[in-house]
């Protein structure tokens, strides 16, 4: 199966998936801050026969597998693991699909949505329209900014930052100034091909490669940055 390559459209965006034969997520080492450090997981769930009938016979309403080890990874998803301020890696992504719980969103598909010290990771998956299934992106949220600050994994600037870029992709064409005073990012994490910080009081993000401020993501995609 190897050098098979995939597109879905995920929020307007095209995700290229490249699939290595015998690579699945389970078998890539820990990558990034300490957020990431949690386990392996062992795989649990379906177990699976191998074969491409097996998956042209699923339909979208069928469930994802259970199984961590069976998923491929798209490139999109390669690409968060190594991004600043992202907060997802493999083990994570691993742990969300063998325990997490399993929801069906209308505008990605499948998810898979794990809670761990306030904060939840969010898996998407397909496994329907290729012979084996993939991750397709990942991202977290904070929904309990006390546990969250309270925990080993994280610190107040990693909280911030997973705050201001959940709200800048929540509310995409958005001005989001009183949200982003209250946040203080002083290390830089990439968002639309910029490297951006925060200061407190200061109802913008800026990038520390071209110095260019800005209210929105929207704003954030439109300017190239030439830092």
């Not at 990874?73 to 691993?94: C, D, K, M, N």
């Not at 998407?124 to 397709?136: C, F, G, L």
């Not at 968002?191 to 407190?200: A, M, N, P, R």
Request: charge should be negative; glycine fraction near 8%.
């Amino acid at each position: 199966m190897g050098g098979e390559t995939f597109t879905w459209v995920y929020n307007q965006y095209a995700i290229m998936a490249t699939r290595e034969s015998g690579r699945g997520v389970g078998e890539v080492s820990k990558i990034g801050s300490s957020s990431e450090q949690l386990s392996q997981p062992e795989s649990t769930g379906h177990s699976y026969s191998g074969t491409t009938t097996d998956f042209q016979n699923r339909t979208s309403e069928d469930p994802p597998l259970r199984s961590p080890s069976l998923y491929s990874q798209t490139e999109h998803f390669r690409e968060r693991l190594h991004q600043q301020g992202r907060y997802v890696s493999v083990p994570i992504a691993s742990e969300a699909i063998s325990v997490g719980q399993m929801r069906w969103n209308t505008t990605d598909g499948w998810r898979f949505s794990l809670v761990r010290d306030g904060i939840r990771y969010i898996v998407v998956v397909s496994d329907t329209e290729t012979p084996s299934p993939v991750i397709v992106t990942a991202w977290t949220e904070i929904i309990d900014r006390e546990k969250a600050l309270n925990s080993s994994h994280l610190c107040e600037d990693d909280i911030y930052t997973i705050e201001v870029r959940s709200e800048l992709s929540n509310h995409h064409s958005e001005e989001i100034p009183d949200l982003i005073r209250s946040c203080v990012v002083s290390r830089p994490f990439e968002i639309c091909g910029h490297s951006v910080v925060t200061e407190l009081g200061c109802g913008s993000v800026e990038c520390v490669d071209c110095g260019s401020r800005f209210r929105s993501k929207q704003d954030l995609s439109e300017c190239y940055c030439n830092g």
